[in-house]
């Protein structure tokens, strides 16, 4: 049985793969201006304080907005708030290509940050619009295509920046962003399923206050140090406005995020998975390109460049998308939660190699793709663990807070490592680098998270074939609630590890 709106069996691997294009091109912003960030400040004539913003604008204008997104979707269309989100995008990027001044490039990566909500949102369109036999693999596909964005985009990006103007990274965006839009308009069709209802302007407010005050603190906190009154001032102000919006939540007819469902046992335990999961995926990311970039005669680092660093990480990209279809076997055969255990494994297996194994570009690669592999079929498994405790009206809004749950624990990750990092350090001539402990610590804390993913997922109702087809859509009527948890997506947060590159990038020069 496939619902109402499902298009014709052939034209359903079309809706997959625009979809899928889609999430690839909005996560590609993610990486898009990192190979420039040590050179914007000459570009821009402006200092380096103020041109790090090109990245932290991207994470909060996502905080702010795309809370609202899938709860949006699901009142007036998926595919139309997908639209205004590849429109804010392509807008975006146009505002970077042509801008000269750090205030414009600033409000064009804002543009581009408000698009954050194309995967959950496509995850949510493909359950009402796709035949079931096509959805497991389908959402794995769009699930994954987070990381495979950001992995596949870094080595691209810098290559444009290497041999282009770098106002050509902002126009290859443009096209993407445009070309994915039509694609949409020409293949995607809208889903008919419609919560109704008003939106909560209380609950969106207040929550996106209190994540900006959250990410603000986190991604800035390196900065203006962990213990300034700022930092802890921003912290402070974040519990509070949680608390709150908690309370508000808790009392509003038609919440943004009804925190009723989000304490069911398998919404809880599979967003508390996907936090620890977020911070064992990212931190390959603060790791690999420092020891690519780290000079030979340090001991322990390859003498190589951002673009090999990047090549490094792009075959996990490829191979988070190839393990898509063994991810949704595997789930359809065994349940998600098992899908989910076994991707948290080969996660820790991976860092676990990797703590003893970084000596050369070949075992970096290997480490990368056990990674990327686990990665794959841990992301293709929590949409279906989200959307089997969720009505199909609120699939929008809970596949965005699980989204927003991975991108809290990248955070943390990024927060957390870039203080390792940056206190196991020893001297190389004049400057101060990270030890070769240091990085073997924050992999070790990696697998550490993978297991405690492991641990949480073991908690989750135990699942079958059966349940797993529910699960993805097979059975629109299985959830009871009429409402849902709440809309939020935040790409990935980079910039403290970008702080450590460029000056290892620095050390090379």
Known sequence: MSSPTSPPSSAASAVVAVLAFSGI??????????????????????????????????????????????RLGDMFGKRRLLLISMALLVTGSVVGA?????????????????????????????????????????????????????????????????????????????????LAAGLVVVLVPESTVRTGGTFDFGGAISLSAALIALLLAISKGGDWGWTSTLTLSLFGASIVVFGFWG?????????????????????????LASIVFGFAMFAVSMVFPQVVQLPESTGYGLGGSMLTAGLVLAPSGVIMMLIAPLSSRITNSRGPKVTLMLGAVVVAIGYGIGIFAMHSIWQLIVIAVII???????????????????????????????????????????????????QMTISFGAATIPSENSFRVVMALAAGSAIIALVLANFLPRGNAANARKEMGTNHTAAPSEESVAAHSVTRQESNGMRLTNNVTSLRN
């Not at 804002?110 to 079931?132: E, H, K, T, Y």
């Not at 929590?382 to 809970?398: D, K, N, Q, R, Y």
């Not at 596949?399 to 927060?415: D, E, V």
């Open 372 to 422: 990327g592999a686990g990665t794959g079929m841990a992301y293709g498994a929590m949409p279906a663990l989200i959307m089997g405790a969720v009505p199909p009206s609120e699939t929008g809004a809970a596949n965005s807070f699980n989204t927003l749950m991975r991108s809290l624990g990248t955070s943390f990750a990024s927060a957390i490592a870039g203080v390792v990092l940056a």
């Open 247 to 271: 309370w508000w939540e808790l009392r509003t007819p038609k919440p943004l995020v009804d925190l009723r469902v989000s304490i069911r046992r398998q919404v809880l335990f599979t967003n």
């Open 25 to 70: 091109v909005v996560s590609f912003m993610q990486t898009l201006v990192i190979p420039i960030i040590p050179h914007l400040p000459e570009y821009l004539n402006a200092s380096a304080s103020d041109t790090a913003w090109a990245v932290t604008a991207t994470l909060l204008a996502a905080a702010v907005a795309v809370p609202t997104m899938g």
């Open 98 to 178: 042509l801008s000269s001044s750090v205030v414009l490039l600033v409000a064009g990566r804002v543009l581009q940050g408000l698009a954050f909500g194309v995967i959950p949102l496509g995850i949510s369109v493909m359950r009402d619009v796709l035949p079931p036999k096509k959805l497991a693999g389908a959402v794995a596909m769009m699930s994954a295509a987070m990381g495979v964005g950001g992995a596949l985009g870094l080595p691209i990006a810098a290559l444009i920046a290497e041999y282009a103007d770098w106002h050509v990274l902002f126009w290859a965006s443009a096209v993407l962003g445009a």
